[in-house]
């Protein structure tokens, strides 16, 4: 079946280390994104990426980083300088990445939830 | 500024209906999606309106007035696995025209029999 993986859906790390949150998806999406939730928030975007080898920055990308080497991959690194970096992380897909017309909805992973003490 | 708006909570009895509303003030608009989310998971996606009028879907309609900056999602004969967060999102113009969805804080639903 296609779809969208994030592992693992629990994770804890000490203060000061980084960590890299993992985002695989099958279903031939040019376009992938990261995004964060907080609880009273709404999603805030992190990084996205249109295509392969290339990725702009969201919203909130100070203390992220990411990469985009294949077509189904998107990870993202949190670094030690995210000041708050626990909250849920959500990696999504759409098929259309520039723009134009039609829903081309995202489609979400199971998302991470990171705690960092 | 961006900015969309949305109740924080609302509550309904089983078998009812419920309209939860959307505001939105964007820099440029590409159409409106509503999903639906249950504590602790991703959001799935239950409509799109770029035109105005309104959208069924079985249970579930999502109307679109883009000359008020207003849409709502309604809900009709509610069931207790109805009860999550209803976020609003609307696709703006990001960077190079791409598919920048912002997002509202959501309004949790909490359906009682």
């Known amino acids: 079946d296609g779809g969208i993986t994030q592992s693992p859906k629990y994770l804890f790390r000490k203060e000061g280390q980084n960590v890299t949150l993992s985002c695989e998806q099958n279903l031939n999406h040019d376009a992938m994104y990261w995004y964060r939730q907080d609880p009273g928030q709404g999603l805030r975007l992190i990084y996205y990426?249109?295509?392969?080898?290339?990725?702009q920055k969201g919203d909130i990308a100070e203390g992220y980083s990411v990469s985009r080497e294949k077509k189904e991959s998107f990870p993202l690194t949190v670094t030690s300088a995210q000041k708050n970096p626990t909250a849920f992380y959500l990696c999504?897909?759409?098929?259309?990445?520039?723009?134009?017309?039609?829903?081309?909805?995202?489609?979400f992973g199971p998302g991470t939830r990171l705690t960092v003490t | 500024g961006q900015n969309i708006d949305q109740p924080t909570e609302m509550t309904a009895t089983e078998g009812a209906i419920v309209q939860i509303n959307c505001t939105y003030q964007?820099?440029?608009?590409?159409?409106l999606f509503w999903y639906q989310q249950h504590a602790g998971e991703a959001p799935t996606f239950l409509s799109y309106?770029?035109?105005?009028g309104l959208e069924e879907k079985g249970r579930f309609s999502s109307f679109l007035s883009r000359s008020k900056g207003y849409s709502y999602l309604l809900l009709k004969e509610l069931q207790m696995k109805d009860s999550a967060s209803y976020l609003c999102a609307v696709r703006g113009m990001g960077h190079y025209n791409t598919d920048k969805l912002i997002f509202g804080t959501g309004t949790r639903l909490q359906v009682f029999p």
């Open positions: 990426s249109q295509i392969v080898n290339d990725f």
């Open positions: 964007t820099s440029g608009f590409n159409g």
């Open positions: 309106n770029v035109l105005d």
């Open positions: 999504a897909s759409s098929a259309h990445g520039l723009g134009g017309q039609g829903g081309h909805e995202q489609y």
